[in-house]
């Protein structure tokens, strides 16, 4: 089926045009883009075609609203996700056969910053449009775009006119069209009487030609949007004229760090257009760099502005590369996903269509001149391990820290080039895939973010450490807040700050950590552990340790026994102390060697790092003028003074911030559910609870794995079903990946209650994980959730579950549906209010 360009000339050129025809015009002027425009609009509408005109340039529009045309007004800042979003979802609603007119694809640049994001839009939606019988017209300038741009859309369209003007001598010559011949459709013509002329004569042609090209001997090369946007930086520097430096500064700073206010005056402050320089020089692609990125860098920057003295001989240079977040877009749209991912945006779609994307993601193939950019990313870093973190566009920011939500893979970085390659691109699907994780959705969901753009960039890091025979790792890596509010004695400053410190690599101190310990330690009170004695000190102390084991390829955990016997220089005499009375045992057994409880006391007394931990934290809160988390790894000199090595820094979540409200004095004992001092987390807590939902630890120590996980899904049911304001509580561990220590949910299941309470029960097999700073608790903070840990018998804990309605003394048989009580509180609610200044917590009925 045949539609008519308007221009009866011009259709003869063509051969008309068909159903389904994408028409691109490249132009030099708009006006002659726009001539061609009217006729078009004019003969489809007299043929009663629906005309949409798709108004998104910033240059006049190209035509008038009137009775035969619908003006879509799209906003092109938002991103190039949310405006293609918008066009698939305009498309979708105008159906088959309507007709559309485009503004010029070429301003988009000025909203993007990247030609690689014109081509994917072009790709994305030429084919949908075809799909739908549609014709539409586009038009772009070829000067601005970059030779591999203009070859994609070339690639994809079905119709491409060119419009050369040399004066007031203007003609037409085809380009491509598609399924349409004859012997002189591709040449120039000109306009003559209403008719198209070709241009027979090759000496004409070759004079047209010499003009053209003398005309544009003194434009830009054809160079990528954002080549030439770093360019002018360069340019802007050498001139060093500060009203131009902040212009393209800024300019910078909204394509490449972040769209957030408060993360983009922080850069405007802290970082330099030497810095934006050096952050293209090692990138992959183009677009933002994501917010783990940009936090770690911001971060370095504070330091080494503020405090030049310390930082300077203190902080080791990053060695960090990034993966553009047009990457992300470009892997989707390489790999024809871009339907998938309507489908998973829709209402319907959210979260049933994320599975089948999530294995789409793990199966993608990358573009040619990205996995270009990653063989010379492997070559850069030689072959020391490696890891890739997701750093996406809202990750780590003011509020959405998404920590934990997506994947970072560590990869050894062992064997031959086309081995690592092929190990770096699986990474990196891991990541892309991890977007699609039930958690991560949920986390979107709950925040308001799932219509929100939110593409996934990469920063890519060499692992520090160092190489020990057939392992790698750091001497010591931790977690720091610069506001303690675990602080569980009452002479402890939340102000002063905290750490969770781990000997190896540092995913031990970001997770919660089933049977083993990190050392948390008060940094006001660095040598204070919550312990009763050096026992307990060494029984709740780190015993095994994560690294790279290049001979299996993989992260491994190992104990801390066996690594001393096979690695003779770890730094034990810096971060640990000998057990005398296990060592004499061992020795007694015939073990060699001594027996090292890593205690990291020895950091503490009297070297740098407490000092130097403390005034980080202290710097970083003063430059994010608001609390903040931090990881870091820890490089040791012979003396055990460290090096630190920056590698994440967001804004710390907390519950609140407001005034305690006060603890009656003397609760009656019928009306008192729980108290405790110390062992809760998060700030002050005053909540209502109207629901309870409790795991009987009595009937829970009888079921079998499978029960415990079915009653970690029977909670998530019960959560979802009300929406009044909930406490969790169970034994052990809520969120274990080990059901023997608590109740295996996940974030997900649990992400709508008000407080989580863990109880120390079944006969101390199930103990409370008071795990600050990991990302399970990092959810709890940043969702509003309180956390409780109940230590029943305990000096300062009373639990009387006894006093809540209903429950049952003794239960004959165990199920899984028998392990859990629920309590609807409304008449009667139960008031939880705790102080973080005196550590006091209490939680009991309000009526008699």
Same mark, same amino acid.
Request: proline letters at 5%; hydrophobic letters at 40%; a negative charge.
């Given at each position: 089926?045949?539609?008519?360009?308007?221009?009866?000339?011009?259709?003869?050129?063509?051969?008309?045009?068909?159903?389904?025809? %994408?028409?691109?015009?490249?132009?030099?002027?708009? #006006?002659?883009?726009?001539?061609?425009?009217?006729?078009?609009?004019?003969?489809?509408?007299?043929?009663?075609? +629906?005309?949409?005109?798709?108004?998104?340039?910033?240059?006049?529009?190209?035509?008038?609203?009137?009775? %035969?045309?619908?003006?879509?007004?799209?906003?092109?800042?938002?991103?190039?996700?949310?405006?293609?979003? +918008?066009?698939?979802?305009?498309?979708?609603?105008?159906?088959?056969?309507?007709?559309?007119?485009?503004?010029? @694809?070429?301003?988009?640049?000025?909203?993007?910053?990247?030609?690689?994001?014109?081509?994917?839009?072009?790709?994305?939606?030429?084919?949908?449009?075809?799909?739908?019988?549609?014709?539409?017209?586009?038009?772009?300038?070829?000067?601005?775009?970059?030779?591999?741009?203009?070859?994609?859309?070339?690639?994809?369209?079905?119709?491409?006119?060119?419009?050369?003007?040399?004066?007031? #001598?203007?003609?037409i010559q085809p380009i491509k069209a598609w399924r349409r011949q004859s012997p002189t459709m591709f040449l120039p013509h000109r306009e003559c009487n209403g008719r198209f002329v070709p241009i027979t004569d090759s000496s004409d042609a070759t004079r047209l030609q010499a003009g053209l090209e003398l005309a544009q001997l003194n434009r830009q090369p054809l160079l990528d949007y954002w080549d030439r946007l770093f360019l002018q930086v360069e340019s802007a520097l050498e001139g060093n004229e500060e009203t131009q430096i902040a212009d393209i500064k800024d300019r910078v700073l909204n394509v490449l760090i972040s769209r957030d206010p408060r993360m983009l005056e922080?850069?405007?402050?802290?970082?330099?257009?030497?810095?934006?320089?050096?952050?293209?020089?090692?990138?992959?692609?183009?677009?933002?760099?994501?917010?783990?990125?940009?936090?770690?860098? @911001?971060?370095?920057?504070?330091?080494?502005?503020?405090?030049?003295?310390?930082?300077q001989e203190a902080l080791e240079p990053h060695d960090s590369s990034y993966l553009g977040s047009d990457s992300y877009y470009s892997f989707l749209v390489h790999n024809g996903l871009w339907p998938a991912i309507m489908r998973q945006r829709s209402a319907g779609g959210y979260f049933s269509e994320a599975a089948e994307l +999530?294995?789409?993601?793990?199966?993608?193939?990358?573009?040619?001149?990205? +996995?270009?950019?990653?063989?010379r990313l492997l070559d850069h870093y030689g072959q020391y391990p490696i890891l890739v973190r997701s750093s996406s566009l809202q990750e780590d920011g003011f509020g959405n820290a998404f920590a934990g939500k997506y994947d970072s893979v560590f990869l050894v970085n062992q064997g031959a080039p086309e081995l690592r390659l092929a190990a770096l691109e699986d990474a990196i699907r891991q990541v892309y895939a991890s977007t699609m994780s039930k958690d991560a959705l949920v986390y979107r969901k709950q925040r308001g973010l799932d219509q929100r753009e939110e593409p996934m960039a990469l920063l890519i890091q060499r692992v520090n450490g160092r190489f020990h025979g057939r392992y790698y790792l750091p001497d010591a890596a931790g977690v720091g807040v610069s506001r303690n509010t675990f602080a569980w004695d009452t002479s402890m400053d939340p102000a002063a700050g905290m750490v969770r410190l781990v000997m190896g690599l540092g995913t031990r101190a970001v997770d919660r950590i089933e049977g083993d310990h990190a050392c948390v330690m008060a940094l006001d009170h660095p040598s204070r552990q919550p312990f009763r004695n050096q026992d307990e000190s060494y029984r709740f102390s780190q015993h095994l340790l994560d690294v790279l084991d290049l001979r299996e390829g993989k992260l491994n955990t190992l104990p801390l026994s066996q690594l001393t016997q096979e690695i003779p220089d770890l730094p034990l005499k810096h971060l640990g102390e000998i057990d005398q009375p296990a060592s004499r045992r061992a020795e007694e057994l015939g073990l060699s060697g001594p027996v090292w409880r890593l205690t990291f006391q020895a950091l503490v007394r009297g070297g740098k790092f407490v000092p130097r931990i403390s005034s980080l934290l202290k710097t970083l809160e003063a430059g994010y003028q608001h609390p903040v988390d931090v990881e870091f790894t820890l490089h040791l000199d012979d003396a055990g003074e460290p090096a630190f090595n920056?590698?994440?820094?967001?804004?710390?979540?907390?519950?609140?911030?407001?005034?305690?409200?006060?603890?009656?004095?003397?609760?009656?004992?019928?009306?008192?559910?729980?108290?405790?001092?110390?062992?809760?987390?998060?700030?002050?807590?005053?909540?209502?609870?109207?629901?309870?939902i409790r795991v009987d630890a009595a009937v829970y120590s009888r079921l079998s794995v499978s029960e415990r996980y079915e009653v970690a899904r029977l909670i998530g049911e019960q959560v979802r079903t009300g929406d009044d304001k909930t406490m969790l509580i169970g034994p052990g561990r809520w969120g274990t990946s080990s059901p023997e220590l608590g109740v295996p949910v996940r974030f997900a299941d649990i992400a709508g209650v008000s407080v989580l309470v863990e109880v120390a029960e079944m006969e101390g097999d199930m103990v409370p994980d008071l795990s600050y700073g990991s990302h399970f608790f990092q959810d709890l903070v940043e969702t509003g959730i309180a956390y409780v840990a109940l230590f029943p018998g305990g000096r300062n804990c009373t639990y009387q579950p006894d006093l809540l309605p209903g429950i049952q003394a003794h239960i004959p048989q165990a199920t899984?549906?028998?392990a859990l009580q629920s309590f609807d509180l409304r008449s009667n609610p139960l008031q939880l209010t705790g102080d973080v200044v005196s550590q006091n917590l209490a939680c009991y009925f309000t009526n008699e």
């Amino acid at each position: 089926m045949r539609a008519s360009t308007g221009l009866p000339g011009l259709d003869d050129v063509l051969d008309g045009l068909r159903i389904g025809d %994408n028409v691109v015009w490249r132009v030099t002027d708009l #006006d002659d883009y726009r001539r061609f425009v009217t006729p078009f609009i004019e003969s489809a509408a007299s043929a009663g075609r +629906r005309i949409i005109y798709l108004r998104f340039g910033q240059h006049p529009p190209l035509v008038s609203a009137n009775t %035969n045309i619908l003006i879509e007004n799209i906003d092109a800042l938002g991103g190039f996700e949310a405006f293609t979003g +918008r066009v698939w979802r305009l498309i979708e609603e105008h159906g088959r056969g309507a007709f559309y007119v485009c503004d010029c @694809l070429s301003d988009l640049l000025n909203a993007w910053a990247t030609d690689a994001m014109v081509g994917n839009f072009f790709r994305v939606v030429c084919p949908f449009l075809f799909e739908l019988d549609t014709v539409a017209w586009f038009a772009l300038y070829p000067d601005r775009h970059s030779r591999t741009t203009l070859d994609r859309i070339r690639r994809t369209t079905q119709v491409m006119v060119d419009v050369h003007r040399l004066g007031d #001598d203007v003609q037409i010559q085809p380009i491509k069209a598609w399924r349409r011949q004859s012997p002189t459709m591709f040449l120039p013509h000109r306009e003559c009487n209403g008719r198209f002329v070709p241009i027979t004569d090759s000496s004409d042609a070759t004079r047209l030609q010499a003009g053209l090209e003398l005309a544009q001997l003194n434009r830009q090369p054809l160079l990528d949007y954002w080549d030439r946007l770093f360019l002018q930086v360069e340019s802007a520097l050498e001139g060093n004229e500060e009203t131009q430096i902040a212009d393209i500064k800024d300019r910078v700073l909204n394509v490449l760090i972040s769209r957030d206010p408060r993360m983009l005056e922080l850069a405007r402050r802290y970082l330099s257009l030497e810095d934006l320089l050096a952050i293209r020089a090692r990138m992959i692609g183009s677009g933002y760099i994501g917010g783990k990125a940009a936090g770690m860098l @911001l971060a370095r920057s504070i330091l080494l502005t503020n405090q030049p003295d310390i930082w300077q001989e203190a902080l080791e240079p990053h060695d960090s590369s990034y993966l553009g977040s047009d990457s992300y877009y470009s892997f989707l749209v390489h790999n024809g996903l871009w339907p998938a991912i309507m489908r998973q945006r829709s209402a319907g779609g959210y979260f049933s269509e994320a599975a089948e994307l +999530r294995d789409s993601l793990m199966t993608g193939s990358f573009p040619p001149e990205i +996995r270009a950019g990653l063989e010379r990313l492997l070559d850069h870093y030689g072959q020391y391990p490696i890891l890739v973190r997701s750093s996406s566009l809202q990750e780590d920011g003011f509020g959405n820290a998404f920590a934990g939500k997506y994947d970072s893979v560590f990869l050894v970085n062992q064997g031959a080039p086309e081995l690592r390659l092929a190990a770096l691109e699986d990474a990196i699907r891991q990541v892309y895939a991890s977007t699609m994780s039930k958690d991560a959705l949920v986390y979107r969901k709950q925040r308001g973010l799932d219509q929100r753009e939110e593409p996934m960039a990469l920063l890519i890091q060499r692992v520090n450490g160092r190489f020990h025979g057939r392992y790698y790792l750091p001497d010591a890596a931790g977690v720091g807040v610069s506001r303690n509010t675990f602080a569980w004695d009452t002479s402890m400053d939340p102000a002063a700050g905290m750490v969770r410190l781990v000997m190896g690599l540092g995913t031990r101190a970001v997770d919660r950590i089933e049977g083993d310990h990190a050392c948390v330690m008060a940094l006001d009170h660095p040598s204070r552990q919550p312990f009763r004695n050096q026992d307990e000190s060494y029984r709740f102390s780190q015993h095994l340790l994560d690294v790279l084991d290049l001979r299996e390829g993989k992260l491994n955990t190992l104990p801390l026994s066996q690594l001393t016997q096979e690695i003779p220089d770890l730094p034990l005499k810096h971060l640990g102390e000998i057990d005398q009375p296990a060592s004499r045992r061992a020795e007694e057994l015939g073990l060699s060697g001594p027996v090292w409880r890593l205690t990291f006391q020895a950091l503490v007394r009297g070297g740098k790092f407490v000092p130097r931990i403390s005034s980080l934290l202290k710097t970083l809160e003063a430059g994010y003028q608001h609390p903040v988390d931090v990881e870091f790894t820890l490089h040791l000199d012979d003396a055990g003074e460290p090096a630190f090595n920056l590698v994440q820094c967001r804004p710390l979540a907390t519950i609140g911030e407001s005034t305690a409200a006060p603890i009656p004095a003397d609760i009656p004992a019928r009306q008192l559910l729980f108290q405790t001092r110390g062992h809760f987390m998060g700030g002050n807590i005053n909540l209502c609870i109207q629901r309870v939902i409790r795991v009987d630890a009595a009937v829970y120590s009888r079921l079998s794995v499978s029960e415990r996980y079915e009653v970690a899904r029977l909670i998530g049911e019960q959560v979802r079903t009300g929406d009044d304001k909930t406490m969790l509580i169970g034994p052990g561990r809520w969120g274990t990946s080990s059901p023997e220590l608590g109740v295996p949910v996940r974030f997900a299941d649990i992400a709508g209650v008000s407080v989580l309470v863990e109880v120390a029960e079944m006969e101390g097999d199930m103990v409370p994980d008071l795990s600050y700073g990991s990302h399970f608790f990092q959810d709890l903070v940043e969702t509003g959730i309180a956390y409780v840990a109940l230590f029943p018998g305990g000096r300062n804990c009373t639990y009387q579950p006894d006093l809540l309605p209903g429950i049952q003394a003794h239960i004959p048989q165990a199920t899984a549906e028998k392990a859990l009580q629920s309590f609807d509180l409304r008449s009667n609610p139960l008031q939880l209010t705790g102080d973080v200044v005196s550590q006091n917590l209490a939680c009991y009925f309000t009526n008699e």
